[in-house]
């Protein structure tokens, strides 16, 4: 078999790799391998709209099959790829298949964080794949008792499918307050609110402790001694990278497989990407990141994919995410706990913006807060400002009749 | 036969910016570009038909503010993921004061 370009994993990290690849011109070989049988899929709709839509849901494919073999680009599904010979640089696939590669990209992903007393519950679920999606989905039914471990992005998302599917829900959470990670705090109430004129119930300071089974319900005793009888309980208490497999090829992991700005491991033959790696973000002085974010990993798998074709590019980009919870859409640019000061923009009546300044003024993070995507463009417009390492004027940032865009041009 | 439709005024639009016109139960994207010229396009994003009118305009570029999708609002050609079906795009011609647009 000719030597050529291998991608492991083909969620959306590695499927931008695959492309880029070829969008660079590079006429080799390009395998890209994953474990999951379905062609690769987005993943955000699974907590949105493949809960609440009103047909059988469908999966959101990244790429049409004739556009994988337009490129020819061979994608194995259903493959796991079980262990890495740096030696004679091969990878062995679960079925003996080798697959010899010129240089490799790991684009592993994450897996739900598991919650050890809720492992062996038959009524705990978690959300990653389709058919994750699939099992929670079908019994989101009118008057399910739901409880849902951890209010982050997932378990809220979650929540709000589960009301507009008509059953109740409680959200455990630990910490002080929901969206601890990554969201500013007075964005966190305008949700908290949202979630709870819908009739969920929240529980802060609250840890979900012992899951016992009957046949058709799980009783989750909490840690301020209450027990909650649910249909079913949904753990969604963050994400593990997976790397398992670096690990066994004697890479460098940490929290994730560890790359420099060039998304290459300690191996210079073998890159990794999206959420399975942690990185150095350039813009906040190297500091080191591991995110779990769509727009990431299709930015880190195309970056990934020029660099093993020899680009030296250093990734740059401004992180970036999104979330949906019933009419509202959540977006946030940069890292806002790098900001110590913070500016507030309101844009019409139900939407506002804060822009989060660094003790010298440079604009960090932007993150905002409104009905459907009214806040997306002016958190597009501050992201670039962002990426300019920009200190706007705080006095026009909170003007809403100041537009962004002549910040920019200044 | 032509259809020309009339849209709003010149004036309406920001340079670089873009407007949502809604005709006859479908929504459409009037820009105007940096050069004071205007573009039509279907209104609706091609990933998740998300209106484009919310987005940025740069340039001869329309972003969707969900995903950040890009498009070249005068040919409605899709620049890439997420999105990778082309925007349809309509005639636009601006007369005494109006624009319109010619909806086929
Ligand atoms: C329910 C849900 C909702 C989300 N919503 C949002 C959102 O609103 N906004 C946002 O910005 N982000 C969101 N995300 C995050 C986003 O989907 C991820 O950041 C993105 O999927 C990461 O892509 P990836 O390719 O790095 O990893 P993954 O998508 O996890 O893909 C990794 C793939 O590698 C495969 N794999 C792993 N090990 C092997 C092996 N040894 N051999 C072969 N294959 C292997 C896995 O099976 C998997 O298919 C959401 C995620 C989930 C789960
Ligand atoms: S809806 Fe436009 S890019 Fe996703």
Redesign the pocket.
Known sequence: MKMGMVI???????VRAAFALRESGYEGPVTL????RHLPY???P???DTMVSQDHPARRTIAAEALFNERNIAFIGS????SIDRGNKLVKLEDDRQVPYERLLL????IPRALPPATNSRHCFT??SFED?LAIRARLRPGARIVIVGGG??GL?LAASARQRGASVTVIEPQGRIMMRGVPEEIAKVIDTRHRDAGVEILCDTGAVSFTDTVNNVAVSLSNGNVILADLAIIGIGATP?TA?AESAGLETGNGIIVNDRLQTSDAEIYA????CIFPLALYGGRRVR???????QEQ?SLAARNMLGAKEQYQSVPW????QYELGLQVAGLPDEGKQTIRRDVGEAAFILFHLAGDGRLVAASGIGPGNSVGKDIRLAEMLIARGARPDPGQLAASNVKLKSLLAA | MSNWIEACAPDDIDEEDVMRFDHAGKTFAIYRSPDDEFFATDGLCTHEHIHLADGLVMDEIIECPKHNGRFNYKTGEAKGAPVCVNLRTYPVKVESGKVLIELG
């Open positions: 492991i994993g083909a969620g959306e990290c590695g391998i994953g474990a999951e987005e993943r955000p699974l907590s949105k493959s796991t790829a079980s684009a592993t992903g994450a959300l990653r999606a992005f997932i998302e997976v497999l990407a999206g959420d399975c995110l779990e974010a769509w727009r990431n990993a798998g995410f999104w979330s949906d």
